[in-house]
């Protein structure tokens, strides 16, 4: 049992830059050190100090007397019909988070959470009904890339994760510090070396970290939850919308410096008979002009006690064509592993009864 005290150094949670002052200024030890633990904390995701091979062993006591480690226990994997999986986290302090893993050909795109269930409140949603417990830290985001990745090499799958959407529980804006330190961690050389490009940040419209990511050093792909062509139907759908109004989402939208080539998606939850229409397909494109975009159009996936219904697949083609004949790349994508509680927040839920969370 690790008795460390909760408030020492969580070494899975430094970002190379605060290893490396960690390492020299505390712990007083060369600098090389620091590309040497990276290194086994992020790239090799080692769960024990004493795989650490190539540390002194002197080096490794004091860092398991002065430091712990973050790991995330996997509890239930449960696997859908069209390949995707969802995977259910225990924090160190019993929370449930999950993540879900989408696979595509010889890839796998995977879907992190960012915090313990969400103050959000998106009506379509079943983390939204949980709650806020509380934000996760960096390491614990990167942790679910990582078991992830050790549950995938137990079953002898080879397929790289090749893409990373933060999209899972909570808002990843809401916990704008930690979501950008865990970001760091995983694009560097010596951790998961995930390229800017296959990492996307998907937001329900939170501005102030919209404005804030533009200023960033560094861009990844950015993805807003939309839901809605009018500020009534959105504010409905989207309790966020009444601090953070479509209007001022877009003024943000419009100044932010993207990078040559990068789109902003905008996720499209479609709803028989509350955002489907004809007028909100040919509003859309004139709400986003000016933006460049693509859309991901999503029926609905249905949530235990929502009356929410996905609308017939020639209503979800009908909804679609004039914002393709507008010049739009349009995806449309069924919810994944509808079988499996895919939807995020639907296993974590399940799982909070005492009879499962109770090994
Ligand atoms: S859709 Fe995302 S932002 Fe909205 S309640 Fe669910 S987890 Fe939170």
């Given at each position: 049992m690790n008795t460390t005290p909760k408030d020492t150094v969580d070494l899975r949670d430094l970002t190379y830059s605060e290893l490396e002052r960690y390492?020299?200024?505390?712990?007083?030890e060369r600098r090389f050190r620091t590309d040497q633990l990276f290194s086994w904390l992020h790239g090799q995701a080692v769960t024990d100090l004493d795989l650490m091979t190539?540390?002194?062993?002197?080096?490794?006591?004091?860092?398991?007397?002065?430091?712990?480690?973050?790991t995330l226990q996997t509890v239930e994997?449960?696997?859908?019909?069209?390949?995707?999986?969802?995977?259910?986290?225990?924090?160190?302090?019993?929370?449930?988070?999950?993540?879900?893993?989408?696979?595509?050909?010889?890839?796998?795109?995977?879907?992190?959470?960012t915090q313990v269930g969400c103050a959000m409140g998106c009506a379509f949603c079943a983390t939204a009904g949980l709650g806020l417990t509380r934000s996760l830290t960096a390491g614990e985001i990167v942790d679910q890339?990582?078991?992830?990745?050790?549950?995938?090499?137990?079953?002898?799958?080879?397929?790289?994760?090749?893409?990373?959407?933060?999209?899972?529980?909570?808002?990843?804006?809401?916990?704008?510090?930690?979501?950008?330190?865990?970001?760091?961690?995983?694009?560097?050389?010596l951790g998961a070396n995930l390229s800017s490009r296959r990492?996307?940040?998907?937001?329900?419209?939170?501005?102030?970290?919209?404005?804030?990511?533009?200023?960033w050093d560094f861009q990844v792909n950015l993805?807003?939850?939309?839901?809605?062509?009018?500020?009534?139907?959105?504010?409905?759908?989207?309790?966020?919308?009444r601090r953070y109004s479509l209007d001022r989402l877009f003024t943000a939208l419009r100044a932010f410096p993207l990078e040559k080539r990068r789109r902003i998606t905008f996720e499209y939850v479609l709803i028989a008979g509350v955002n489907d229409s004809d007028e909100d397909a040919a509003r859309l494109p004139r709400l986003v002009a000016g933006v460049p975009c693509k859309f991901n159009i999503i029926p609905v996936n249905p949530v235990?006690?929502?009356?929410?219904?996905?609308?017939?697949?020639?209503?979800?083609?009908?909804?679609?064509?004039?914002?393709?004949?507008a010049g739009y790349t349009v995806i449309t994508r069924n919810s994944r592993g509808a079988d499996i509680s895919a939807a995020c927040g639907q296993l974590a839920g399940r799982l909070k009864s005492p009879n499962l969370t109770d090994e």
């Open positions: 390492v020299v200024e505390d712990l007083g190539n540390v002194a062993k002197e080096l490794r006591q004091r860092l398991g007397r002065e430091t712990r480690l973050t994997v449960v696997d859908s019909k069209d390949g995707s999986a969802k995977l259910a986290f225990r924090t160190a302090d019993g929370h449930l988070v999950e993540s879900v893993l989408m696979p595509e050909e010889r890839k796998i795109s995977v879907c992190l959470s890339l990582y078991r992830i990745r050790a549950w995938l090499q137990d079953r002898g799958d080879d397929r790289r994760i090749s893409n990373i959407v933060y999209m899972g529980m909570g808002e990843p804006l809401a916990n704008l510090r930690q979501t950008r330190r865990s970001l760091e961690i995983i694009m560097h050389p990492i996307t940040v998907s937001t329900a419209g939170v501005v102030p970290g919209i404005e804030r990511m533009a200023t993805a807003i939850s939309l839901n809605a062509t009018t500020q009534q139907v959105r504010e409905r759908l989207m309790p966020i919308t235990d006690g929502s009356d929410f219904a996905p609308p017939a697949p020639d209503r979800v083609e009908a909804f679609c064509a004039p914002i393709r004949r």
